[in-house]
């Protein structure tokens, strides 16, 4: 298996633009999640899904959107980049079906660099 | 609501030293806490879970940590550091019902100096 994998590993936007990150997994998971991880804060849920066709919104939402059409993928959407976007994104994917007990497992994150 | 607060932005310690990583919680119900550990660059691996068995649970790399109901508190413990070891460690909390997310603390950067 390879897990959680996320395309690109590093991306630079203009203000404005908007891109994709990819986030794929392997393991048959019913739930995925996307987190971004600032200097001193943690990482902090923007979106998550509990199933394909499922989402809903983290802590910090504002700027992103998601979709879950199959449950191996799970892209997260900048629409129009902000500076305060800059952060580094792992995506995280677990079973499921035993409540908050079970493990999550990371991947290797994308770093995003917003001028 | 549930939240959690990692005493100690940064850690300094000896090789062969005793580890100690602070971490409080807050949850209105049973919680479930996980120590996760990030190397350089990397993602994040699981170092041990609490899921409400044994108080005193065992991770990899020699970790364990303690699970304090009265103290509210999850501190991760290692005997003896080694320089491999040197890392930014996060402890989470979940729980059964709501968004089954994990939230974070804001992390503890392990130094092992030599």
């Known amino acids: 298996n390879a897990g959680v994998t996320q395309t690109p590993k590093f991306q630079v936007l203009k203000t404005g633009q908007s891109m994709t990150l990819q986030c794929a997994q392997d393991?048959?998971?019913?739930?995925m999640s996307w987190y971004r991880q600032d200097p001193g804060m943690g990482l902090r849920l923007i979106h998550y899904?509990?199933?394909?066709?499922?989402?809903d919104q983290g802590e910090v939402p504002n700027g992103y959107n998601v979709s879950r059409s199959t449950t191996e993928d799970f892209p997260l959407r900048l629409l129009s980049a902000a500076p305060s976007q800059t952060s580094v994104y792992f995506c995280?994917?677990?079973?499921?079906?035993?409540?908050?007990?079970?493990?999550?497992?990371f991947g290797p994150g994308t770093r995003l660099l917003v001028l | 609501a549930q939240s959690v607060t990692q005493l100690g932005s940064h850690v300094s310690v000896s090789e062969g030293a005793l580890v100690l990583l602070r971490c409080n919680y807050s949850?209105?119900?049973?919680?479930?806490l996980f120590w996760y550990v990030q190397y350089p660059n990397q993602g994040l691996q699981l170092l041990l879970k609490?899921?409400?068995?044994?108080?005193l649970v065992k991770g990899i790399n020699g970790f364990e940590a303690e699970f304090k109901k009265s103290e509210t508190s999850f501190h991760l413990t290692k005997p003896s550091a080694h320089m491999s070891d040197a890392a930014e460690y996060f402890c989470?909390?979940?729980?059964?019902?709501?968004?089954?997310?994990?939230?974070f603390g804001s992390g503890t950067r392990l130094q092992v100096q030599p």
């Open positions: 995280a994917s677990r079973p499921g079906l035993a409540g908050g007990q079970e493990t999550q497992y």
């Open positions: 393991m048959n998971h019913e739930y």
């Open positions: 899904s509990v199933g394909a066709g499922i989402t």
């Open positions: 949850s209105s119900v049973p919680p479930y």
């Open positions: 609490y899921t409400s068995a044994a108080t």
């Open positions: 989470a909390v979940s729980s059964a019902g709501g968004r089954r997310a994990l939230t």
